[in-house]
C-alpha cells in the first residue's frame, strides 16, 4: 500500500466532517473518491496533503506516518496536491508557476525534462508561456494546476474536482491526460462527481456520504450497484 | 456588569440587567465607591492612581465602542481627547466659565470632528481607516504644537482647576461619575438595536447592507458618541492635571487605551473597567519602585500586549465568559445526569 | 506601434499618476530655482531612504499581510549600530589617524546597521510571529497591528533604558571636500547615501523578478497555500521577507545617521513617512514606493522650507487624509487585495 488512511477523523474549528474514514490506495492505482456535494471530499483530500491537521486517526504514505506534517513536506516526499481552487500564483506567468513547481528538484535537468514533459501532455500551455495565470480561462487554469502539480515528480498526486466548470472536450482532454499519467505509473487519487466519467477511468472506487466511506470496490462493479445507479446516475 | 442574555431576570438583578448592570457589576462600583477611604488606598498619591485608573478604563470603554463592536480602531483617539480638553481649557481661560460646564462644550466640539471624520471616513474600511484617524490624529497634534498663540504648545496651557481643595478626592469621584455615565450610556446604546446594528456591520459590512442596515447613519453615530466621552474625558484630564500639552494627543496615549481595552477584551464595554484598575495600578507601583529604570513600565505594556494577542486574543472578558460557559455546560451534564 | 505607444503615454499623463509626478517634476523644478539646488539635493538624499522603508512596509504587508507600525524602530536600530559602530572607530583615528580606517569606518558602520536589522527582522518573526502563525490566523490583520504596536513601545523604551534619551550621532563621514556640481557643493556623504538607496533598490528590483528566492516570496504572497503546496518552506520564506523589509529599515537608519541622529524616537518620522508614501501610491504597491518616496521627501522638504520646522507633519498629513478620502487605492489606482478592508 502507498496511501493508508485509518479512522480519519477531521473537520474545522469544533466542527467535525468526517467520521473514520479509511481509505487505501496502492502503487500505480487510479483511485476514485466520488461523493455529492458537501460529503467531504475536499477535507480528505486537505487531511491527506497535510493543509489541515487531522483531529484522529493515522495517515500513511510510502510507510511512514505523515499525520501532522506539513504539506511542502509531503511534497517533498512525493505527494503532490491539485486543489479544487487551484491555489495558482495568479501574478506568474505560466512558466513561473511551473518553475515553482519544480523549484524543490535540484536537479534543473530533470525540471527541463519535466517541463517539456507537461508541455506535451497540455500542449495549450506552452502556447502561453508567458501569459500570467490569472488571465487564464478555466480549462487553461486546471491544466496549469495539474502541470505544476507534475513537476516535482510526485509518485502520487491528489486531484479534487478537475471537472469542476469545464466544457466536455476539456474534461475528456484532462481525464485523458491523467489515464495516460496513470498508464505510465504514478499512483492517482481523483476526486469527482462527475460519476459516469470518473468510474469508466478509475480502477476502483470510495463512496463518500455524510463524512462517511458507504461503498467501496471495482469501479466497474460500482457502476452496476443499485445504490449508486439510483442515486448518481439517476438510473 | 456582565451582560448576560439568556437568563430570566427577576427582581433586583432584572432591574439591574436593564442598566448593563449584573449583582458583580454592582459590588464593583461600591467597590471602587468606597475604596479611597479605607487605609493604605487614602493616601492621596494612591487617590492619584486610581484617578489614573478610572481615566483610562473610561476611554477604554469608549475606544472599544467603536473598535470592538464596528470594527474601527480609531488610532488618533488621543487626539480627540486633547481636542476635548484644549477646547474645555480654552473655554474656560478666556470666559472664565466654569470647567464642570466647559467640558461639555470640550465633548461637543470632540463630538462634532468625529461626526466629520465618521462622514468622511465612511468609505474606508480596515487599514484605511485605522491610518486614516491616525493621520487626523497626527495633524492635530502637529496644529497644537504649532499655533502656540492659542494653545501655548509645548510650553504647555494653564487650566482651571474643578475643585479649590488640595485632596484629589472631589476629583476621583467626579472621574468615577463619568466613567460610569460613560459605561451607561454607551452599555444602553449596545443593549439596543443600535448594538445589533453595530455588531452586523463589524463583522460583514456586506451582509449587513444587504439584510437593511444602512452603515452611513450606524458609523456615524457611532463614531460620535465614541468621541463625545473622548473629549469629556480629555476635558477632565486638563482641569485635573491644571495643565494641557500637546503630548496628550501623542499616539503613545492612544496606545495606552488601546492596551487596556484589548486586555479588557473586545466586545465587552467593563472589560476596560476590570482591566484598568489593577493594570494602571501596577504600572504606577512598578514606575514609582523602579524609578531609576524609566520607561520598564512601557516596556511592560508592550510585552504584555504581545503576549495577549499571541496567546490570549480574547482578553480578560473572554476569560470570564469562559468560565461562566464552562460552569454553565457543567451544571448541564450534572442536570442530565441526575435525568438519567 | 509608436503611435499606439504614444498614446498610451499621453493616457497616463493624463491619470492621477501622470499628473502627480509631472507636478512633483515641476515643483522640484520651481523651489530649486527659487530656493537654491540644496532643495533638491536633500530631496534626493532623504527620498530614497524613505523609499527604502516603505518597500519593506509594503513587501512585510504584500508578503505577510502584517502591518508594521514598528518599522521605524527597526530605523532606529540601524542608526544606534551605526553610532556604536562609527563613533568608537572615529574616536581611535583622532588619536591614530589612518587613512584607510577612515575610508572604511562609514562602510563598516552601515553595513553592521544593516546586518543588526537583518537579524533583528529574523528574530521579530521567529519570536513572535511564527508563533501566532501556529496559534491563530483569526483576526489576524488586527491582532498583528497591535502586536507591531507593542513591539515599537518595547524597542523604543529599550533604547531610552540602555542607551539613554540623547542623541547619539556623527556629524559627518567622510573627512573629504564636498564635490563641486557647477557652483553647487554637495558633501560627499549626501552623494554616497543616495547612491546607496538606488543600488539597494535596484538590488531589491533584481532579487524579485529575477531569482528563485524571489520567485519564492512572491510565490507566497500571492498564494500561501499553493506555496506550501509545491514545497516551499513557507516559514523560512516568511523570515526571509522579515529580513530583507528590516535591513532595508536599518540600511536606511544607518546611512542617515549623519542627519538623523540616533535617539529613542528617531524612527517616528521615517514611519510617518512610509506610510505617507504607501497611502499614496497605494496599500501593496512596491514599485510605487519609489516615486513616491521622491514625492514625500519633496513635499516635506518644501513645507519645511517655505513654512518653517515642525509644519512638515501636518501639511501632508492633510494632503494624504484628502487622498484617502479621493483616492482610497492612491494615486496610480493600484488594484487593492481586499484584506486591507477588513
Ligand atoms: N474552510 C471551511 N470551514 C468550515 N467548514 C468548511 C470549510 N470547508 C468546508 N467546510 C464544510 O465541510 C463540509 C465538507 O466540505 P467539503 O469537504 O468541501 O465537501 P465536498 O468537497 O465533498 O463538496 C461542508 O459541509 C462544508 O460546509
Ligand atoms: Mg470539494
Redesign the interface.
Known amino acids: 500500500m502507498l496511501l493508508k488512511v485509518k479512522n480519519l477523523n477531521a473537520g474545522y474549528g469544533f466542527l467535525n466532517v468526517l467520521w473514520d474514514v479509511s481509505l487505501n490506495i496502492g502503487k500505480g492505482e487510479f483511485v476514485a473518491l466520488i461523493g455529492p456535494n458537501g460529503a467531504g471530499k475536499s477535507t480528505v483530500m486537505k487531511s491527506i ?3 489541515l491537521p487531522p483531529k484522529s486517526g493515522t495517515i500513511t504514505f510510502d510507510g511512514q506516518v505523515i499525520n501532522n506534517q ?4 509531503n ?2 516526499s512525493g505527494l ?4 479544487e ?8 506567468t505560466i512558466l ?1 508557476n511551473l ?3 519544480a ?2 528538484l535540484e536537479d534543473k535537468n530533470k525540471a527541463r525534462e519535466n517541463l517539456d514533459f507537461v508541455f506535451e501532455l497540455f500542449p495549450r500551455l506552452e502556447e502561453r508561456i508567458s501569459q500570467y495565470a490569472g488571465t487564464l480561462s478555466g480549462g487553461e487554469r486546471k491544466m496549469l494546476a495539474i502541470a ?2 507534475l ?2 515528480n510526485p509518485t502520487m498526486v491528489l486531484v479534487d474536482e478537475p471537472s469542476l466548470g469545464l466544457a466536455p472536450q476539456v474534461t475528456d482532454e484532462v481525464f485523458n491526460a491523467l489515464r495516460l499519467l496513470n498508464r505510465q505509473g504514478l499512483t492517482i487519487l481523483l476526486v469527482e462527481q462527475n460519476v459516469t466519467k470518473t468510474l469508466k477511468f478509475s480502477s476502483r472506487a470510495y463512496i463518500l456520504e455524510k463524512g462517511k466511506v458507504v461503498l467501496e470496490g471495482p469501479s466497474s462493479e460500482l457502476i452496476t450497484n443499485d445504490h449508486v445507479r439510483k442515486i448518481y446516475l439517476g438510473t | 456588569m456582565t451582560q448576560s442574555t439568556n437568563e430570566n431576570h427577576t427582581g433586583l438583578s432584572g432591574l439591574l440587567n436593564k442598566i448593563c448592570l449584573s449583582p458583580l457589576g454592582l459590588l464593583g462600583i461600591v467597590f471602587l465607591f468606597f475604596l479611597p477611604l479605607v487605609p493604605p488606598f487614602n493616601q492621596d498619591y494612591m487617590i492619584r492612581w486610581l484617578i489614573s485608573g478610572a481615566i483610562v478604563a473610561a476611554a477604554a470603554i469608549s475606544f472599544d465602542f467603536s473598535a470592538g463592536y464596528l470594527g474601527i480602531v480609531n488610532f488618533g483617539y488621543a487626539a480627540f481627547l486633547g481636542l476635548g480638553g484644549y477646547t474645555s481649557a480654552i473655554l474656560s481661560n478666556t470666559l472664565g466659565i466654569s470647567p464642570f460646564i466647559t467640558i461639555f462644550f470640550g465633548a461637543l466640539m470632540a463630538a462634532t470632528l468625529g461626526v466629520l471624520t465618521g462622514i468622511v471616513s465612511l468609505r474606508l474600511r480596515g487599514m484605511f481607516a485605522i491610518c486614516f484617524t491616525w493621520f487626523i490624529g497626527i495633524a492635530l497634534m502637529g496644529l497644537c504644537m504649532k499655533w502656540d498663540w492659542l494653545t501655548r504648545g509645548p510650553l504647555g496651557l494653564q487650566c482651571t482647576p474643578f475643585f479649590e481643595s488640595n485632596s484629589s478626592l472631589p476629583n476621583y469621584y467626579l472621574i468615577l461619575a463619568i466613567m460610569l455615565l460613560t459605561y451607561l450610556a454607551l452599555g444602553l446604546m449596545i443593549k439596543s438595536n443600535y448594538g445589533l446594528a453595530f455588531r452586523a456591520i463589524g463583522q460583514n459590512m456586506e451582509a449587513a447592507m444587504t439584510s437593511g442596515v444602512h452603515p452611513t447613519k450606524y458609523r456615524v453615530i457611532n463614531f460620535t458618541l465614541s468621541c463625545f466621552f473622548a473629549g469629556l474625558i480629555g476635558g477632565f484630564y486638563a482641569h485635573y492635571y491644571g495643565i494641557l500639552t500637546p503630548e496628550l494627543m501623542h499616539t503613545q496615549k492612544t496606545v495606552e487605551v488601546l492596551v487596556i481595552a484589548y486586555i479588557g477584551g473586545r466586545l465587552s464595554l467593563w472589560g476596560g473597567i476590570v482591566a484598568a484598575f489593577p493594570f494602571i495600578f501596577a504600572m504606577e507601583l512598578l514606575r514609582s519602585s523602579l524609578s531609576d529604570l524609566p520607561g520598564i513600565n512601557l516596556i511592560i505594556y508592550g510585552v504584555f500586549l504581545i503576549a495577549i494577542m499571541v496567546y490570549y486574543p480574547g482578553g480578560v472578558a473572554f476569560f470570564f465568559k469562559n468560565l461562566t460557559s464552562r460552569k454553565i455546560r457543567r451544571k448541564e451534564m450534572q442536570q442530565a445526569s441526575i435525568a438519567q | 506601434m509608436n503611435n499606439s505607444r504614444s498614446i498610451k503615454a499621453v493616457e497616463w499623463l493624463k491619470s492621477s499618476g501622470g499628473i502627480t509626478v509631472t507636478c512633483t517634476i515641476l515643483v522640484a523644478l520651481a523651489v530649486s530655482i527659487h530656493k537654491g539646488p540644496y532643495v533638491l539635493v536633500n530631496t534626493l538624499v532623504t527620498g530614497g531612504m524613505w523609499a527604502l522603508m516603505a518597500i519593506g512596509v509594503s513587501l512585510l504587508f504584500g508578503v505577510m499581510n502584517i502591518s508594521n507600525f514598528a518599522h521605524g524602530e527597526y530605523f532606529m536600530i540601524g542608526s544606534l549600530t551605526a553610532y556604536y559602530i562609527m563613533h568608537p572607530l572615529k574616536e581611535y583615528l583622532l588619536e591614530t589617524p589612518n587613512s584607510f580606517l577612515a575610508f572604511i569606518t562609514p562602510v563598516l558602520g552601515i553595513a553592521g546597521a544593516t546586518l543588526a536589522g537583518v537579524i533583528a527582522g529574523i528574530l521579530t518573526d521567529k519570536l513572535i510571529f511564527a508563533q501566532l502563525r501556529k496559534r491563530n490566523r483569526e483576526g489576524w490583520l488586527l491582532n498583528c497591528f497591535l502586536i507591531t504596536i507593542g513591539l515599537s513601545i518595547i524597542l523604543i523604551n529599550l533604547h531610552m533604558l540602555i542607551f539613554g534619551n540623547t542623541f547619539k550621532g556623527v556629524v559627518n563621514y567622510w573627512d573629504v571636500p564636498s564635490l563641486a556640481l557647477g557652483d553647487v557643493y554637495v558633501s560627499v556623504d549626501r552623494v554616497v547615501v543616495f547612491f546607496i538607496a538606488m543600488l539597494a533598490i535596484l538590488f531589491f528590483w533584481y532579487l524579485m523578478m529575477y531569482t528563485t528566492l524571489g520567485k519564492k516570496i512572491r510565490a507566497v504572497a500571492q498564494d500561501e497555500n499553493g506555496a506550501r503546496m509545491v514545497g516551499i518552506p513557507v516559514n523560512r520564506v516568511y523570515s526571509t521577507t522579515f529580513a530583507l523589509a528590516c535591513g532595508f529599515a536599518a540600511l536606511a537608519g544607518g546611512s542617515l545617521l549623519f542627519m538623523f541622529p540616533s535617539y529613542p524616537t528617531v524612527g517616528i518620522a521615517p514611519l510617518y513617512n512610509s506610510w505617507f508614501i504607501i497611502i499614496l501610491v497605494g496599500f501593496g504597491n512596491v514599485a510605487g514606493a519609489v516615486p513616491g518616496g521622491f514625492m514625500i521627501a519633496l513635499f516635506q522638504v518644501v513645507t519645511r522650507t517655505y513654512m518653517g520646522e515642525g509644519w512638515e507633519n501636518v501639511i501632508p498629513m492633510f494632503l494624504i487624509s484628502a487622498i484617502l478620502i479621493f483616492k482610497p487605492y492612491g494615486i496610480f489606482e493600484t488594484k487593492v487585495r481586499s484584506v486591507w478592508e477588513q
Open positions: 496533503s497535510g493543509l506539513d504539506c511542502a513536506v511534497c517533498r503532490s496536491y491539485i486543489s481552487e487551484l491555489n495558482l500564483f495568479t501574478g506568474m513561473e518553475e515553482m513547481g523549484q524543490m505544476r502539480g513537476m516535482s
